[in-house]
Each structure stands twice: as structure tokens, then as C-alpha cells.
């Protein structure tokens, strides 16, 4: 069974931290990995939500504006409750594959 979760976070480093907690992540050796419970962690980032416009010289003219948030994907073998964590955007930067 996967369970999918679309999340955001306000920085990599909360994101991080908060998958740890919650035993999704662990550290081996001083390193990230994933745990038995785990099938994929995937750090979206930040998402453009108006593209930079730039002109022909490569001068930026418009600065690109981004979604509020740092967002991660999760993919888990069993339920988390993720509370206000879990967003559920209509249209998703990622999704898994099917």
C-alpha cells in the first residue's frame, strides 16, 4: 500500500527535522536515509508561481515570484497524520507515478 502526502514546510531544514521525528527519516553515519516505512522522500522545494521575465540581453526585467512554502513529497507504506502540515494543491508541481 502507498500513502501519498503533499507537504509544506517553512524550510528544508523544518521539513528535515520534522521527518525525522516522526521516524519517516533517519540519520546513519551523519547522513539522511529513508526508514523501512519509507518508500520515497522528494524535496520540491520552492515553487515558481510567476515565472522570472528576462530579456533578450539575459537582464532580468520581472523577478519570478514563488508559492509560499517549502514542499516535500512523501510516500509512505503506512498512515502519518500530518495535520496542518498536508496541503492538497488542484493542480501538483509532482506527483508519483502510478
Known amino acids: 500500500?502507498?500513502?501519498?502526502?503533499?507537504?509544506?514546510?517553512?524550510?528544508?531544514?523544518?521539513?528535515?527535522?520534522?521527518l525525522l521525528q516522526r521516524g519517516i527519516l533517519q540519520e546513519v553515519e551523519g547522513e539522511l536515509t529513508q526508514t523501512n516505512r519509507?518508500?520515497?522522500?522528494?524535496?520540491?522545494?520552492?515553487?515558481?508561481?510567476?515565472?522570472?521575465q528576462i530579456d533578450q540581453d539575459g537582464n532580468v526585467i520581472v523577478e519570478a515570484t514563488f508559492v509560499e512554502g517549502y514542499h516535500v513529497d512523501v510516500m509512505l507504506k503506512d498512515e502519518e497524520n500530518f495535520g496542518a502540515l498536508e496541503i492538497f494543491p488542484a493542480t501538483p508541481y509532482h506527483k508519483f507515478a502510478e
Open 1 to 18: 500500500m502507498r500513502n501519498i502526502y503533499k507537504l509544506k514546510y517553512t524550510d528544508k531544514e523544518a521539513a528535515q527535522a520534522d
Open 38 to 52: 519509507t518508500h520515497a522522500v522528494v524535496y520540491v522545494g520552492k515553487i515558481i508561481d510567476t515565472p522570472a
